[in-house]
């Protein structure tokens, strides 16, 4: 006897409770690992999975870029395996970069769910380790060329087989990275949060049967489509165009690298098309076609169903045309260490080309870099240390108000900054200054954000890596609007010399050294002379413009304002 069709009112359980379970997963993640980058940065995202390995729901919150690319990992699994080659019990690691198509630290963990001895599902989540091994330590380092000097790679590998721990592997891992306690302590994490999800899904289908559980999760999907393919509807029909630049790969420095997008629109469905994007590189700014795929579905979704929850209906109305060996698609062995550099700056131009189609919703483009440090040594007793912290700064103004400031990226989503207080308290070094930095955004009608000011002094001898984009072309103002500033990264060494850094790895670090991270701000949306009086009086006493440029930007005279109390 077949179970009933799902009526609505269990549509709308199963709704909130996959949900639930992805959230309650990455809980159970959260405050179970053991590096900074998971509990305090939350640099994650946990799923739920279908036996086609197609999303039924992702965690809320978390990575952007992550958007609903846990199906890849756990689908070469079941292209290894089988369906009917996995066990109740089983737990497996994927980090492969052919397959992910990115930096290796970001590790996938995955279990299958079982209802009454009968696969139905998979639990999964992807977390950054502090540590894979190879030659490269934290972020930031342009020094590999292929990904075998990158780390550890481990394809769809049972650390569990039917409950029992693979010792062999388990080792391999413990012996290959830097920092096992913190790297097999978040793998145990993952490994939790998977059986959790599991056993939730198992739960849920024992209270309504698998056929009804699967009805709900299609109607779910038909409703996700249909919501995107309205909004596309809206779009006027056409062929948009739009480019933009990063600086360099890291290693030839006097080479820019092109972003080229086109973007098609015909009826409810959108195409990005990436053909004209910059070939692979012979630097770690590689990422694979998952890479290419998420900045496309980011920019998508932004514009589409916000705050619809992810599954994978919401992406049914967009096609990517990605062809293999651009910077987006690279091909093996190309290395990956620094696969997301590119994809703010990738969603930014895909936003730019619909700009003059929807002018009410695109905003000016924001700081377009993943801008971050990682700082490494040695403390006194000869443990190994590493520093890893990611920066805010400007978004774009938008067509009804200033952009934010000292946010994260568009790609990083909720993640956070490392608070001052635990960098100082693990890690040789002060935070000397973290505040706004004043006339970073552009001008404009509705103001781009800040970018932020942040100074580290070194307390002992280290390396660190600095890895900053767009600090030559800046963040775009839209219909008039000014630009925002560009990314800076200054030493200042403790002799007095000073010097201003793009990229580097490995910089030798003494104490008394500073470095200061000046991010980008938003570029600004409108033109300044239409930006309310009050407003720009607002941000010069508020120290967010100074006097002097409200008046070389906005044609205000250079004197101080002051309202009144």
């Not at 580097?504 to 930006?531: C, N, S």
Request: charged residues 20%.
């Amino acid at each position: 006897m077949s179970n009933p069709k799902a009526d609505p009112v269990t549509v709308e359980v199963v709704r909130s409770a996959v949900v639930a379970y992805a959230d309650e997963m990455a809980d159970v993640l959260c405050k179970s690992a053991y590096n900074m980058m998971i509990y305090e940065v939350r640099d994650y995202c946990c799923g739920l999975l279908d036996t086609s390995a197609q999303m039924i729901s992702q965690n809320r919150g978390g990575l952007p870029i992550f958007l609903a690319d846990l199906g890849v990992a756990v689908e070469d699994g079941i292209q290894r395996y089988g369906l009917d080659g996995f066990a109740e019990g089983d737990v497996l690691v994927m980090n492969h970069g052919q397959v992910c198509g990115q930096h290796l630290n970001n590790v996938v963990v995955y279990a299958p769910c079982f209802h009454d001895g009968k696969l139905v599902g998979f639990a999964a989540n992807r977390a950054h380790w502090v540590d894979i091994g190879g030659g490269r330590q934290g972020f930031g380092s342009s020094a590999t060329t292929e990904i075998f000097s990158e780390g550890l790679q481990m394809r769809s590998l049972k650390i569990y087989e039917a409950g029992k721990l693979n010792e062999t592997l388990y080792q391999i891992i413990r012996d290959n990275i830097r920092y096992p306690d913190a790297s097999l302590g978040d793998l145990r994490a993952q490994i939790a949060s998977c059986q959790l999800g599991a056993r939730r899904h198992g739960e849920l289908i024992a209270r309504y049967g698998q056929e009804t559980v699967a009805q709900a999760v299609d109607t779910i999907w038909d409703q996700a489509e249909k919501a995107a393919r309205l909004v596309v509807e809206n779009i006027p029909d056409g062929v948009y165009e739009a480019e933009s630049f990063l600086d360099n790969d890291g290693r030839a420095l006097d080479v820019p690298i092109r972003i080229k997008v086109k973007v098609t629109i015909a009826g409810s469905q959108m195409t990005v098309d990436y053909s004209q994007m910059h070939p692979q590189v012979n630097s770690p700014m590689n990422c694979g076609r998952s890479g290419g795929i998420a900045a496309a579905r980011v920019a998508f979704k932004a514009l589409t169903s916000p705050e619809l929850d992810v599954n994978e209906g919401c992406f049914r109305p967009l096609t990517v045309d990605l062809p293999d060996g651009t910077i987006l698609s690279a091909r093996s062995p190309a290395a990956l260490g620094q696969w997301s550099i590119a994809l703010p700056t990738v969603i930014d131009t895909i936003l730019k080309a619909l700009s003059s189609a929807i002018p009410d919703v695109v905003p000016a483009a924001h700081k377009g870099d993943m801008g971050g440090c990682s700082f490494f040594g040695f403390h006194e007793d000869g443990s190994r240390f590493l520093l890893m912290n990611i920066f805010g700064g400007g978004w774009g103004g938008r067509p009804e108000a200033d952009g934010a400031s000292a946010s994260v990226s568009v790609c990083q989503g909720d993640v956070r900054n490392t608070p001052v207080e635990l960098q100082e308290i693990k890690y040789p070094f002060i935070i000397e200054q973290h505040a706004l930095r004043p006339d970073s955004g552009g001008a404009g009608r509705y103001r781009g954000g800040l970018g932020v000011a942040l100074t580290y002094r070194c307390l002992q001898a280290c390396k660190g890596n600095i890895n900053f984009d767009r600090t030559v072309t800046p963040p775009w103002g839209l219909h008039g609007g000014g630009e925002g500033a560009v990314n800076t990264a200054i030493i200042e060494r403790a002799d007095g010399t000073r010097q201003t850094v793009q990229k580097g790895t490995e910089i030798q670090f003494h104490p008394g050294d500073r470095v200061t991270f000046l991010t980008a701000g938003g570029g600004g949306y409108g033109k300044p002379e239409d930006r309310d009086p009050d407003a720009l009086d607002a941000d010069i006493a508020d120290g967010i413009v100074s006097p002097e440029s409200a008046g070389r930007s906005y044609g205000r005279d250079p004197q101080p304002v002051r309202l009144a109390s």
